[in-house]
């Protein structure tokens, strides 16, 4: 497979990363890519040239600011999360197809996309999900906007890594992952653990 080479391993690093960012924030990493390519600093591949625009940027900028603000309304963020997880996954989708190498095959490059992409922003959004709601039921959604920051903080650093160096956002995103998945799985075997005991009395 001749597009299995270190431009398409970049380019799906990209992809992964900026997903990953779009789990935290939907629009805030297409805010920095589209401000990345209107500024000359990132060459978008021809797919995405819709994104270099001063209207796209602006565009972007509007929802982006709306999407931030929310997250620090008490309850809002809430509802927020239910329309921002199926948007995370079409945007991660739809950014890692027009990243990966135009040369391979469609239905391979759409297959990867919404694996690797829409997976990871879906997976990234899932957590930071249960993160607020176990947030919420804690506090009464007093300490949400420090959650909010955080993934707003991580939104950011990440979108940025991922246009600087892929290989290290891709490497953080991995490593966060893992630890993410790895306390659900935790969490689910204390939950089934209580179920059981109680079961048992």
Same mark, same amino acid.
């Given at each position: 497979?001749?597009?299995?080479?270190?431009?398409? /391993?970049?380019?799906?690093?990209?992809? $992964?990363?900026?997903?990953?960012?779009?789990g /935290? @924030?939907? /629009?805030?990493?297409?805010? $920095?890519?589209?401000?990345?390519?209107?500024?000359?600093?990132?060459?978008?591949? !021809?797919?995405?040239?819709?994104?270099?625009?001063?209207? %796209?940027? !602006?565009?972007?900028?509007?929802?982006s600011?709306?999407?931030?603000?929310?997250?620090?309304?008490?309850?809002?963020?809430?509802?927020?999360?239910t329309?921002?997880?199926?948007?995370?996954?079409?945007?991660?989708?739809?950014?890692?197809?027009?990243?990966?190498?135009?040369?391979?095959?469609?239905?391979?490059?759409w297959?990867?996309?919404?694996?690797?992409?829409?997976?990871?922003?879906?997976?990234?959004?899932?957590l930071?999900?249960?993160? @607020?709601v176990?947030?919420?039921?804690?506090?009464?959604?007093l300490?949400?906007?420090?959650l %909010?920051? $955080?993934?707003?903080?991580?939104?950011?650093?990440?979108s940025?890594?991922? $246009?600087?160096?892929?290989?290290?956002?891709?490497?953080?995103?991995?490593i966060?992952?893992?630890?993410?998945?790895q306390?659900?799985?935790r969490? /689910?075997?204390?939950i089934r653990?209580?179920?059981?005991?109680s079961?048992?009395?």
């Amino acid at each position: 497979m001749d597009w299995l080479n270190l431009n398409t /391993f970049l380019e799906l690093a990209l992809g $992964i990363s900026l997903s990953a960012a779009a789990g /935290f @924030r939907v /629009f805030v990493p297409l805010l $920095i890519l589209s401000a990345a390519a209107v500024l000359g600093h990132f060459d978008l591949p !021809a797919d995405l040239d819709w994104a270099e625009s001063t209207q %796209a940027l !602006a565009v972007f900028a509007v929802a982006s600011t709306l999407e931030i603000g929310g997250y620090y309304i008490p309850w809002v963020d809430n509802i927020l999360d239910t329309v921002a997880t199926p948007a995370a996954i079409i945007a991660g989708t739809v950014v890692s197809a027009a990243l990966v190498d135009p040369s391979m095959a469609p239905v391979a490059q759409w297959t990867l996309a919404l694996v690797a992409g829409g997976g990871t922003a879906g997976l990234t959004k899932i957590l930071t999900n249960l993160l @607020r709601v176990t947030s919420t039921a804690v506090s009464g959604g007093l300490t949400n906007p420090i959650l %909010a920051t $955080i993934e707003l903080a991580a939104a950011i650093g990440l979108s940025v890594l991922a $246009i600087t160096v892929p290989v290290l956002s891709l490497s953080l995103v991995i490593i966060v992952l893992l630890l993410g998945l790895q306390k659900l799985w935790r969490l /689910f075997l204390k939950i089934r653990s209580k179920s059981e005991s109680s079961k048992a009395t």
